[in-house]
């Protein structure tokens, strides 16, 4: 079983644009993230969310907008995509109560390009 | 948030032991270290974590320094599989919103 699941793996799309990465976790755990992985590799936070409330946003363009339906989903949704977009996301999650020692678990990545 | 330092690039030949160091000069007495890794096309995966003492797990070693400005993660056997860049990380445990932030990391290359 996945433990932390993305869908879809690849996406193409044109500027401007609206597009949803959708994320599912079947770990138990109560808090999910988004990341950015940019065309120099580095990895960046986006947003934190524990029992579906928002806990971080990292100064992402209010464009960029996270819904979490329920504790084992937090899907992305971007409205007016940008060539900028264009980069790898990741899902992640893990657990409150181990916190600061929790363990992240990441989803396997969607590609997004922006044409 | 405090800073890590790690070199850009790392080799080491394969089941050889290789260890990858992180300086954090300036780590307060309650942050943790992670160590993750990002296997080519991957998502990052955990590899160990520690505050104070050295730590031990299936994948690998931790070793942190007296004054825990400097911690090293060894691999005992590098494996081809372990080609990876390898992230540490300090987690404030005393900022329940404190979270990851990655650096530049360690691209390991591992020579058959």
């Known amino acids: 079983d996945t433990a932390v699941s993305q869908t879809p793996k690849y996406l193409v799309t044109q500027m401007g644009n609206d597009k949803s990465i959708k994320c599912e976790q079947n770990?138990?755990?109560?808090?999910m993230y988004w990341y950015k992985q940019d065309s120099k590799k580095f990895l960046k936070i986006m947003f934190s969310y524990n029992n579906k409330e928002l806990i971080i946003n990292e100064t992402v363009p209010n464009r960029f907008s996270p819904k979490s339906p329920d504790k084992a989903h937090l899907n992305l949704h971007i409205n007016s995509l940008e060539l900028g977009d264009s980069a790898v996301y990741f899902c992640?999650?893990?657990?409150?109560?181990?916190?600061?020692?929790?363990?992240?678990?990441f989803g396997p990545g969607t590609r997004l390009t922006v044409l | 948030d405090a800073k890590t330092t790690q070199p850009n690039s790392m080799e080491s030949n394969e089941e050889e032991p290789v260890h990858l160091p992180c300086n954090h000069s300036t780590i307060s007495g309650t942050d943790y270290i992670h160590w993750y890794r990002q296997l080519p096309s991957q998502g990052p995966e955990y590899v160990i974590h520690?505050?104070?003492s050295n730590v031990n797990n299936r994948m690998a070693s931790l070793a942190i320094a007296e004054d825990r400005k400097s911690s090293t993660l060894i691999l005992h056997r590098a494996t081809l599989r372990d080609a990876a860049v390898y992230y540490c990380?300090?987690?404030?445990?005393?900022?329940?919103?404190?979270?990851?932030?990655f650096g530049t990391g360690t691209s390991l290359t591992v020579i058959p």
């Open positions: 990380i300090l987690r404030d445990s005393t900022n329940t919103g404190n979270q990851f932030y």
């Open positions: 992640a999650s893990s657990q409150e109560r181990e916190w600061p020692a929790d363990t992240q678990y």
């Open positions: 770990l138990g755990h109560d808090t």
């Open positions: 520690g505050l104070t």
